[in-house]
């Protein structure tokens, strides 16, 4: 059972102003919350329906305390979720320590420079995981990758992908100085299907609308998807994304 006061102070979670100030985020869904609980995140509260309970009881028992563990009605989980249809389950876990951006790492890193939209960020973090790219480099007014609407589209990556948020020129000159290649992905540039990639290589991502800064382009080796329809002006950024990080998987393995 569930107080009505509990359940308040766990609906006050759905304000991102509570969810900072608490150093928590919000993961919901079935499938997200059982990858959640493979990782080793410190849950602070987890909700869910009887059902769902019973068919996971074993994961639960060996991750979540019972003293945050609470059994709830679809209408109770309803008063909580940010979802319009709430799905079975509701976790808030602490959010992790940030760890500085490595420029030394080996192989392909993401970096992202101002990447608005929460479900371009989720992809992104999809897509690296899928393509084995286990580092993603922020600029710090990139959305937050703990944002719920990031966590929601990831489908589980989230919690598979080491995200850093740190300034995109001093990192792209410490790898440079390492000799690590630096890519970004622009319109005009040179074919990515016809140039020779590093295997050890940092690829940048641009904003939206407003694509790589121009102080941050100016020091990258320029790469571009052909236009071979050429009518579409540009590609959507986790869209691009994916095929950048295919093509630099398919000739560098």
């Not at 989720?122 to 007014?141: M, Y």
Request: charged share 25%.
């Amino acid at each position: 059972m569930i107080s009505n006061a509990k359940l308040k102070f766990l609906a006050s979670f759905k304000q991102a102003k509570n969810r900072a100030e608490s150093n928590v985020f919000v993961v919901e869904g079935d499938k997200i919350v059982r990858e959640a609980l493979l990782s080793d995140l410190e849950v602070e509260a987890l909700c869910a329906t009887a059902e769902w309970l019973d068919s996971n009881r074993h994961t639960v028992s060996q991750r979540v305390n019972s003293e945050v563990l609470y059994e709830v009605s679809d209408d109770e989980l309803s008063r909580i979720s940010m979802q319009k249809t709430p799905n079975k389950v509701w976790l808030l876990a602490r959010q992790p320590q940030p760890t500085p951006a490595d420029a030394t790492t080996e192989g392909l890193v993401l970096a992202l420079d101002r990447i608005q939209d929460p479900g371009n960020m989720g992809t992104i973090l999809r897509i690296a995981d899928w393509c084995g790219v286990r580092h993603i480099v922020c600029t710090p007014d990139t959305v937050d990758y703990l944002n719920p609407k990031v966590v929601q589209a990831s489908m589980g990556s989230v919690f598979r992908t080491q995200v850093h948020y740190a300034d995109l020129e001093d990192f792209i000159a410490q790898c440079q100085k390492n000799g690590k290649a630096t890519y970004g992905a622009v319109l005009g540039g040179k074919n990515v299907f016809e140039t020779t990639l590093s295997d050890n290589a940092v690829l940048v991502i641009g904003n939206e609308s407003k694509g790589i800064s121009p102080e941050l382009a100016g020091k990258l080796e320029k790469l571009s998807i052909p236009n071979w329809g050429g009518t579409c002006e540009s590609l959507n950024a986790s869209v691009a994304t994916g095929i950048f990080c295919a093509e630099f998987r398919r000739r560098t393995q």
